[in-house]
């Protein structure tokens, strides 16, 4: 069984193709959270896939892990993607979730609020290495290989136990997300929130206090109204859709 947890798609992707070369299963975290429906865990393994979020776990992962009954001996594994490198994710989600193996894998960046989209070659260069490093991670899991093939990048303790909290203190706000002219009150927005945390308010959306910036909302957007701030007018707008045909 593997769990997942996406913002905009790139961990379902990972998950689902991980799922098919191994004949599991890929079932959505957010679709538990929300629905208080957990499958059983069976099996011989289990595994988890997510999003890095300023080089640590979505908070929601790490509350789904930590609730999650397992049975005695079962394999474990975890998958993160991250845009450039996962800092010490793994060690602190072995701290509700400790794994036999853990990979991380390179995925297009979509944190738009801060930084740029990759370009389309890099993004498409990624997807290709992430094409040929999925394969390799089902068979090491499959064969229960144990140990950590991370990239953590520099100064990963500081990045995941300084930089993440004041990130998450007093970065992850939602006040700065807005409309542009030009919403047709589609409800894609409320649909692909992974937290439910975006509804409609004489047809514009509204947005909860339990935003996470994943920017499944903004990315999302088929009329590409959403804004964050004033920067993310000229950054485009994530679609991996694009880069897998
Ligand atoms: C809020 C937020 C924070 C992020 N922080 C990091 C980070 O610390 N390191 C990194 O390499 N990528 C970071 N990224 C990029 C994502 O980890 C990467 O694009 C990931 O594949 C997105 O997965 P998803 O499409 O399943 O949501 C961040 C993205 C978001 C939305």
Redesign the pocket.
């Known amino acids: 069984m593997i769990f997942y947890f ?7 992707w990972v998950a689902s193709q991980l799922a098919s070369a191994m004949g599991d299963e890929a079932f959505d975290i957010s679709f538990c959270l929300r629905s208080g429906k957990v499958p059983p865990v069976a099996g011989k393994r289990v595994g988890v896939v997510f ?5 640590r776990a979505p908070r929601p992962v790490m509350e789904f892990l930590s609730h999650l009954e397992l049975p005695e001996g079962m394999y474990r594994f975890a998958v993160c ?7 010490k994710a793994m060690q602190n989600l072995a701290r509700v979730f400790g794994v036999d193996a853990a990979w991380s894998i390179t ?5 738009v609020p801060m930084f740029s989209l990759d370009t389309d070659e890099v993004a498409s260069s990624k997807i290709r290495a992430a094409r040929k490093l999925i394969p390799e991670i089902a068979r090491l899991v499959q064969d229960e290989f144990s140990g950590y093939k991370v990239h953590e990048g520099c100064f990963p303790r500081l ?1 995941s136990y300084v930089l993440h909290p004041l990130f998450v203190r007093f970065v992850i706000r939602t006040r700065g997300f807005h409309v542009d002219e030009g919403c047709v009150s589609c409800g894609t927005c409320v649909q692909v929130c992974p937290l439910g945390n975006v509804s409609l308010m004489d047809g514009r959306p509204k947005w909860g206090e339990a935003c ?5 909302c903004l990315h999302g957007c088929p009329a590409e109204v959403i804004q964050y701030g004033t920067s993310t007018r000229q950054k485009g707008r994530y679609r ?1 859709a694009r880069y897998l045909s």
Not at 81 to 87: K, R
């Open positions: 996406t913002g905009t798609g790139n961990s379902r999003p890095i979020h300023s080089w993607t991250c845009g450039d490198d996962a800092g995925m297009p960046n979509t944190y990045k996470l910036h994943c920017m499944a991996l």
